[in-house]
């Protein structure tokens, strides 16, 4: 079993939002990703965990913490352990 750790980083604008040099450039990225509806620009970081068991795909996903990615690994291993 391969358990896969991955950091997105978010920007969230509101509607109308003009995208700016650095939004272009930054949404190249694999890591990044921007959507609209909120009611001013805000930052957020998503972290999580997948694995597949049996066909299955499994995940746990986190915003914004200070927990670290062997934490996040722990929290996997408790959740497959279950299984």
């Given at each position: 079993?391969?358990l896969?750790?991955?950091l997105?980083?978010?920007?969230s604008?509101?509607?109308?939002y003009e995208?700016?040099?650095?939004?272009?450039?930054?949404?190249?990225?694999?890591?990044?990703?921007?959507?609209?509806g909120?009611?001013?620009?805000?930052?957020?970081?998503?972290?999580s965990?997948?694995?597949?068991?049996?066909?299955?795909?499994?995940?746990?996903?986190?915003?914004?913490?200070?927990?670290?990615?062997?934490?996040?690994?722990?929290?996997?291993?408790?959740?497959?352990?279950?299984?």
């Open positions: 079993m391969i896969s750790y991955y997105t980083h978010y920007k604008v509101p509607e109308g995208l700016t040099e650095e939004d272009k450039i930054n949404l190249e990225r694999d890591d990044y990703e921007m959507s609209t909120s009611d001013e620009i805000e930052y957020y970081d998503v972290y965990v997948h694995w597949d068991i049996k066909d299955l795909q499994y995940g746990l996903l986190v915003f914004d913490t200070e927990m670290t990615s062997e934490e996040l690994f722990e929290m996997a291993q408790e959740v497959i352990d279950v299984e």
